[in-house]
Nanobody, 125 residues
Framework: QALPVESGGGSVQSGGSLTLSCVHS????????MGWFRQAPEKQREGVAS???????TYLHSVKGRFTISQDSAMNTLYLQMDSLKPEDTAMYYC???????????????????WGQGTQVTVSS
């Protein structure tokens, strides 16, 4: 199975916006979970947002209301629209998919099998 490929990272000032994209295999549509994750230097990786198999979405509590996850099934692409960015959002962002994936609003997660290489997001104050 092809691994996800992320793009769209960059450097923005606090309050700015970025949209991340992830091209993936399409295997998990309607039978698994697609998610966005991030890892800041010297911190554990945490779940940011997921698009679940039942069509629902889950967000890390600290990004709720600022980030929006969406997908284009025809293009096998997952998006993460990030608005009102803060310096604490600075991290490497990863896309992952999993047949049994589950993400919690506390940032914990399990069951994601296929991971991309990541795209860097840097927010300056």
């Amino acid at each position: 199975q092809a691994l996800p490929v992320e793009s769209g990272g960059g450097s923005v000032q606090s309050g700015g916006s970025l949209t991340l994209s992830c091209v993936h295999s399409g295997y998990t549509y309607n039978r698994g979970t697609m998610g966005w994750f991030r890892q800041a230097p010297e911190k554990q990786r945490e779940g940011v947002a997921s698009f679940n198999s039942d069509g629902s979405t889950t967000y890390l509590h600290s990004v709720k209301g600022r980030f929006t996850i969406s997908q284009d099934s025809a293009m096998n692409t997952l998006y993460l629209q990030m608005d009102s960015l803060k310096p604490e959002d600075t991290a490497m962002y990863y896309c992952a998919e999993g047949g049994e994936g589950h993400l919690y609003d506390t940032g914990g997660y399990w069951g994601f099998d296929y991971w991309g290489q990541g795209t860097q997001v840097t927010v300056s104050s």
